[in-house]
């Protein structure tokens, strides 16, 4: 049996990074080896990050944009370990710093780790691609817990930009992303973005595509947060010894072409 992947926690304090480390509990191919939080927290069984990427093969993050930039570029210099983010929220010009460090280390980054909604965002770009714009208004919904700090999430744009592909189009042309008063008429062919934020909501996402006569639902709910853990882990064991680049969950599920 080969050995488990040697795994490092950024963010271990926090929901997601607690998550990851109870997924990880009694798991075979993965273990933890290192839980780092921000420079200044401190408990008895965190590391600083210099020593806790030291001792990881793969370093699973999500924490804030501007924390996983900083760990890219970090690991970047140092020819690694291989990251997962599951951070949301980059801007474009953080983007590019990621894909830059991808250039030196293997980085997975996915608005969700879900096999469900990664299975959503196929059926969402199969069907924009068979229902005509000019017949099929297309609206992302999500929700998501009150804590959420960035709107629409990660996973609303993948799906819209899933429909986009679909359409053949850019998601920058035909994002509709705020509505308040009077805003005219609906455009043709705008894919929209409907936004919840409340209580614990760990994350509800639908993709509604709507006709004249008819409209059609499709939809992911997300029941436990483990799911998200598990989908990370199998994305850090997946791409141990990968050569450098930037991946997604589509690529670790084998969906990519």
Known sequence: MSQPVKIAIAGANGRMGQAVAKALEGRADAVVTARFERPGVDAPDLVSREIALSQAQVAIDFTLPEASVDLAEIAASNNGPALVIGSTGFSDEQLARIDEASK???????????????MLM???RQAAAALPAQDWDIEVFEAHHKRKIDAPSGTALMLGEA???GRGVGLGQVADRARDGVTG????????????RGGGIIGEHSVIFAGESESLTLSHSAIDRGLFARGAIAAAVWVKGK???????QDVLGFSK
């Open 163 to 165: 429909a986009a592909e």
């Open 243 to 249: 050569p450098p680049g930037l991946y997604d969950m």
């Open 122 to 124: 196929g059926l969402v």
């Open 104 to 118: 030196t280390i293997a980085i997975v980054r996915s608005g969700n780790y879900s096999l469900g909604v990664n």
């Open 185 to 196: 008429p609906r455009k043709e062919g705008a894919i929209g973005f409907s936004v919840v």
